[in-house]
């Protein structure tokens, strides 16, 4: 188990980060910056992450990576929705 852990937490990291990227890259307004939406897709990564791990025991990295992602990517959808930004009238 620990090792299952060592090998799908990075996946998690680099997908949190990798989406969030992307987020603020493509889409600059209705966030609240890089670092919160760094934040926010680290823990959308990993919540998710830990869900189809409990879920799904014996799942591959690259599934693994696609689980958060799309974490991720919903965990920063939900925020920019929810939350408006106040930078720039958005």
Do not use: K, N
């Not at 980060?17 to 609240?32: D, H, I, Q």
């Not at 409990?54 to 992602?69: D, H, L, N, Y």
């Amino acid at each position: 188990m620990p090792e299952h852990i060592a090998h799908m937490g990075p996946m998690l990291i680099l997908a949190g980060l990798l989406t969030a990227w992307v987020a603020e890259a493509v889409s600059r307004a209705g966030g609240y910056g890089y670092m919160l939406d760094m934040a926010v897709g680290l823990v959308g990564s990993v919540v998710a992450g830990a869900l189809v791990w409990i879920v799904f025991a014996r799942i591959g990295m690259p599934w693994m990576f696609v689980s958060g992602c799309v974490g991720a990517t919903l965990a920063i959808a939900a925020q920019r929705g929810l939350w408006r930004s106040v930078r720039l009238g958005t």
